[in-house]
């Protein structure tokens, strides 16, 4: 067991450029989820995926956002356009069975 | 919309103090997770419980679940500097699986 990995921990991006964060989940996992974090509150959800399907998205997620888990293994959240307001701890978790999820160590977002 | 209620939002107290911290929701949840979260990392999992009135221990640590399945508290006994963290509650309804998380308890433990 490995764990969940994230990658990058942080990014510092301009407004308006487009960012690509990775997870890649424990092996044996089918389930995926990214949620977001901001300041002094605590992750939100954004979607999450069974193997390869996108099973549902927050309203949260808008148009800007996008996610994939192609092949059912590692997934992508891309943001389009990044503005100050996505500026967040973007995390990624997997679980196998209902008792809880497993995290990564996510990806610290500064949109400047 | 489901929400869940932490309180309090920040506690700081001396080493070997007991602390309760309580999460609390108008809606029922199917099961009820607890998470410890350091700063710049992803939060850990500490207990899941899942039945009404079930309470868990782990070593100074003790979850209670409310007999309606709304309401959870955690119950740190004589707390160490090792306890600092946000501490978060996090209810699951659907067979989604995904979590409503409460804004988090912020503990500080001086020695």
């Known amino acids: 067991d490995t764990g969940v990995s994230q990658d990058p921990r942080h990014k510092i991006t301009k407004r308006g450029q487009n960012v690509t964060f990775r997870c890649d989940p424990i092996s044996e996992h089918n389930r995926l989820y990214w949620y977001r974090q901001t300041l002094g509150q605590g992750p939100e959800f954004l979607t999450y995926?069974?193997?390869?399907?996108?099973?549902?998205k927050s309203r949260l997620l808008s148009d800007r956002f996008s996610a994939e888990r192609p092949k059912g293994s590692f997934s992508t959240l891309e943001i389009q356009r990044t503005e100050q307001g996505d500026s967040a701890m973007y995390l990624c978790?997997?679980?196998?069975?209902?008792?809880?999820?497993?995290f990564g160590s996510g990806t610290r977002l500064t949109v400047v | 919309t489901q929400l869940l209620e932490q309180s309090p939002q920040f506690l700081s107290i001396q080493e070997g103090e007991n602390l309760t911290v309580y999460c609390n929701s108008s809606s029922v949840f199917s099961s009820l997770q607890w998470y410890r979260q350091e700063p710049g990392e992803g939060p850990v999992l500490l207990v899941t419980?899942?039945?009404?009135?079930e309470v868990k221990k782990l070593k100074r640590l003790t979850f209670q679940f409310g007999d309606a399945r709304k309401d959870s508290s955690l119950h740190i006994t004589a707390a160490q500097p090792g306890d600092t963290g946000l501490y978060l509650c996090a209810g699951g309804s659907d067979s989604s699986y995904k979590l409503i998380f409460g804004s988090g308890t912020r503990l500080l433990v001086r020695p």
């Open positions: 419980v899942v039945t009404g009135g």
């Open positions: 978790a997997s679980i196998r069975l209902i008792n809880g999820y497993t």
């Open positions: 995926f069974q193997n390869e399907a996108q099973l549902e």
